[in-house]
């Protein structure tokens, strides 16, 4: 399984570690990550993965929880979305 998390929102402390620590709890690996701070804005995408398949609705609920006390808005989507668009 391989997914795209992505994060934004209003920068504080804490955001990068917050979001890392519930990957590793859920069970992912971070393949790859980039974030970046544009005017007082996060941003943050990572690349995740899991050999086993993972319940995209308990990952998905689990992140919102996490970014509403981190104060930020986390989304996550299957990487076969993205790669069935650039099959088009």
């Keep these: 399984?391989?997914?795209?998390?992505?994060v934004v929102g209003?920068?504080?402390?804490g955001i990068v570690a917050g979001?890392?620590?519930k990957i590793a709890d859920l069970g992912l690996n971070i393949d790859d990550i980039t974030q970046t701070?544009?005017?007082?804005?996060?941003?943050?995408?990572t690349v995740v993965s899991s050999p086993e398949k993972k319940d995209f609705t308990f990952l998905r609920s689990e992140l919102e929880k996490l970014g509403d006390s981190l104060g930020v808005k986390i989304n996550i989507q299957s990487s076969a979305i993205f790669?069935?668009?650039h099959k088009l």
């Design 10 to 13: 209003k920068d504080s402390q």
């Design 1 to 6: 399984m391989k997914a795209i998390i992505t």
């Design 83 to 85: 790669d069935a668009m």
């Design 19 to 21: 979001v890392s620590a």
């Design 37 to 45: 701070i544009l005017d007082e804005y996060f941003t943050m995408m």
